[in-house]
DNA sequence: ACTGATTGTGCAAGCGGTTGCACGACATGG
DNA sequence: CCATGTCGTGCAACCGCTTGCACAATCAGT
């Protein structure tokens, strides 16, 4: 049906291992040769079969990307989205392909699959797969996780942001800002990431602790905040665990007729690009997920190449931008 | 290395094609024999090469969606995710993989080049790369583009959401509550989904037409809707191409003074978590994306398997959300 | 009891490439 | 001028699985 290297071959009047080498530039083949090869194989539109050449060469020439969503919500968030983006980039880039697969319904099987039937050559895991029992079989395959694991975290192989530093900078900048008593709103707690965001500002609070956490919703952010705000001594700054906390938030200020950045400062994690549209603009925690993708793919190819690399952590740091929302004049 | 067929045969004492018919259900086995073949399977921790399987078998149990992206936008955004999420179910649940692969950079290289090389046994496009040379490649092929074409509208295969109709809904709505005079916000005109979108509106606007295109950006959609709300006989009413080009209008509002929904009516496309949390929360036209990409990938695995099903053209429904940013009491 | 259909399994030829080994041709050095 | 290298290409085995064909064994029908 389809053309073949023997066809190739034929046309070009040699033999199709010398097709192969000339595709794949792996001898020194007379330029002679390597034009009839060219023209043969433009002539009959020749494409490699990359089954055939996988099975052949033992590499499949993809990576798994694996997502653990339940839910829509997690393939749609931006913090995915834009690491996929990233992570695509690069491996196109090698000429890899990238397959994407939902972890999710089938505990690691999925996982394994990928890895043991050879229909990938290496993988990029949520930290949430991070398991002995899982790690004893993966272990010895190239694999990055995209975040930081809550087990094995010395042992794991992965990249993330630092986001318990992030915390600290959004704690210190409110703060700085005049802001006397600081809270920390939304997200699961035993969330990983959540935890140590958690911890960051814990750290940095001087000695206070409001942490009101929330079942991810903007709708129990709003709830959660009109309570907080309408007891007397409430806080006047929030750090918000993302930008759905930060919206219910905003909600509940405006419901309890508090006005922002004047009586209540408000620090968002994510770089959302609507956080620039709310009123006022949001201040944000920046976490560069395009710059998370692209090290995490590169951490894998690297290992991919060559097997002696080790395990190793890479945390990469956030920045503050400060926007409207905090903006109040310090010590008033 | 790994352990293969032959190695269960071995063991089973059975010949490696009983072992394939057993994995694969394609014969009639005794009992017995199947027993023995599991078993030496199961203390084998046998995994089946996907390549090898591929290879003869003539199908990769793969599908590609192509997404088109110049930015990381494309990637982040909800409609894509979420058709990729549902996508992916549908695979998931066929025993197919999903390949993600950018089309933007390689004007229809990437495309041809994963049917040519039989990595995917069908694909998913953007309807931007509907184009008469691709289609003469890739017209045998199954494929299926999600959103409508531009060109080739009653030719090629696809599944797309009513735009039209849910700009007429939008309109409909407006008028009904009882804003006068209707403006189109946001959107790059050129673009197919915006284009259908603004014909809906014009159909119903009843003879009025201010169509205000930006270039896609918030920032845009509230410099254009500041100077139209500055007139003194500007529109009361807005169908906004997206959220970001709402919340453009809603801080475009705010500067001019004009109240929602009392001065102004406001309905956006989109189901976007965040638009109920706005202030006040927006009226939405809502594009059920999960059922989109469902349709999209159900109709691709039908062509994979039916190679005679021919294109066909699927029209799905949007409805409307009615909230806050639309709530005036009509004719007052 | 004999023939023909049915059932269960083995044999071996692919699927379309890659790659170690071999070998002839030509260049180089003493 | 012969021994020794290097270069360019062909040969054939192999990657691990699927599948058409063959064949022995079992079963049903008359």
Chains 1, 2 share one sequence.
């Not at 595709?23 to 034009?35: P, R, S, V």
């Not at 968030?77 to 996929?84: A, G, I, K």
């Not at 690069?90 to 229909?119: D, F, P």
């Not at 692209?294 to 890479?314: M, Y």
């Amino acid at each position: 049906m389809a053309v073949t290297i023997q066809d190739v071959a034929r046309l070009a009047g040699v033999n199709s291992s010398t097709v192969s080498r000339v595709i794949n530039g792996k001898a020194t083949i007379t330029d002679e040769t390597k034009a009839k090869v060219y023209a043969a194989m433009q002539e009959l539109d020749y494409h490699p079969n990359s089954l055939a050449r996988s099975l052949a060469s033992g590499s499949s020439g993809a990576i798994g990307v694996i997502v653990d969503a339940r839910d829509a919500e997690a393939f749609a968030n931006e913090f995915f989205s834009r690491s996929l983006f990233a992570i695509e980039k690069e491996a196109q880039a090698r000429g890899y392909h990238v397959i994407i697969a939902n972890g999710a319904q089938s505990r690691g099987e999925t996982i394994e699959n990928l890895m043991k039937e050879h229909k990938v050559d290496g993988l990029i895991l949520p930290p949430t797969t991070v398991r002995p029992a899982l790690m004893k079989t993966i272990g010895q395959f190239p694999y990055v996780v995209l975040g930081t694991p809550d087990t094995m975290r010395s042992e794991a192989c992965w990249v993330d942001n630092n986001n318990e530093q992030g915390a600290e900078l959004a704690v210190k900048h409110l703060l700085e800002r005049g802001y006397l008593k600081i809270a920390y709103l939304g997200g699961r707690e035993k969330r990983g990431f959540t935890k140590r965001r958690v911890r960051g500002y814990e750290k940095n609070a001087g000695g206070q602790r409001m942490v009101l956490p929330t079942d991810g919703t903007a709708e129990e952010a709003c709830t959660v905040a009109r309570e907080i705000l309408s007891a007397a001594d409430h806080p006047d700054g929030f750090v918000c665990n993302d930008n759905l906390a930060a919206f219910g938030l905003l909600k509940a200020c405006r419901s309890c007729g508090l006005r922002i950045p004047d009586d209540i400062g408000i620090v968002a994690f994510d770089n959302y690009p609507l956080a620039e549209y709310t009123d006022p603009p949001l201040t944000i925690v920046d976490i560069d997920t395009a710059m998370l993708g692209e090290q995490t793919a590169q951490l894998l190819f690297r290992r991919i190449k060559d097997s002696r690399i080790g395990n190793q952590q890479i945390m990469l740091s956030a920045t503050l931008v400060a926007r409207a929302s905090t903006e109040r004049v310090a010590n008033v």
